[in-house]
């Protein structure tokens, strides 16, 4: 690709290199823009008698192709693209979901220097029509070779981001206290509900039990029989772990314990068990208050159904300082 200045009469065809204001100020023609018969007519009007353009050489692909192959590898799930001027191909969630992305084939696609990809954080919630990611190329073409090494890495690994919609989520939770497991809902219960409502959800079963091994065994049991997409176990007392009073009795019904601690702050006493696929999270303090804490972070996964993994637990230390 090679720029150069021409007379606009010979310019039909090629690449706009700049943008062109009219002498108002106000935009013309936009970089990137493709010169048609028309365009030439109208910057005849407007007295101009030369351009900076460019045209593309073999082997090479216009930056508006470049991204819309890209884009179109590049995510899955509840997601719709839409081209944008300028080599961009933006990506929109068509309904509530939680964005997956994968970390690492993300740094290898933007190590190349023709195409790069910017997504929402991963984990994060998404609202229908937010948008979720965008791709830009090098202004103009992508030659063709660096254009399918990406489509390749894409195809092979692919894709970077998942859009996993939120749909029908039925959350339990289990409020328990070393006296009155009504004292432990009396204090939590509202702001529960006010974190839930923050992903358009909202509590669909609850139990109070004294805080006893077999007691709190047995409303596990009970809730998960009404198969929720996950259970909260919100205790007054601390610490969570596999030796206190709640991780005694998720062993006792089998839970397989996935995590304990999270490198988050706040929300370090962070225990994940799974019972069959049904996720069973205690985190105690983090139901105290509406501020920013662990549970913000894992909810969205947790509601979208995807099986949160201790590997990626430990990940989440780096942005993991919430307040």
Known sequence: ???????????????LCCTIFRQSGRKLLAKGHILSDEDIRLLETEGLGQVWVTELEDGEIGEDEAVAQVAAETGCGCLEIRLAAGGRANLFATEDCCVLVDEELLRQINCTSSIVVATSPNFSHARAEQRIATVK????????????????????RGPILQARFIRSAAVAVLYTDPLDGERARQLFEPVVRQRLDRFGVAPSFALSPTEDEGSVARALEHLLRARPTGILVASTSAPAGPDDVVGRA???????????LAPVEPGNLFLLAYKNEIPIISAPGCFRSAKANILDVVLPPMLARYRISGWEVAGLGHGGLLG
């Open 1 to 15: 690709m090679k720029a150069q200045t021409v007379a606009v009469r010979d310019s039909a065809g090629r690449i």
């Open 250 to 260: 998720m062993a006792r019904i089998g839970c397989h314990l996935e995590r304990f």
């Open 137 to 156: 190329s090098a202004p103009f073409a992508v030659a063709q070779p660096q254009l399918e090494t990406v489509i390749n890495i894409l195809r092979e």
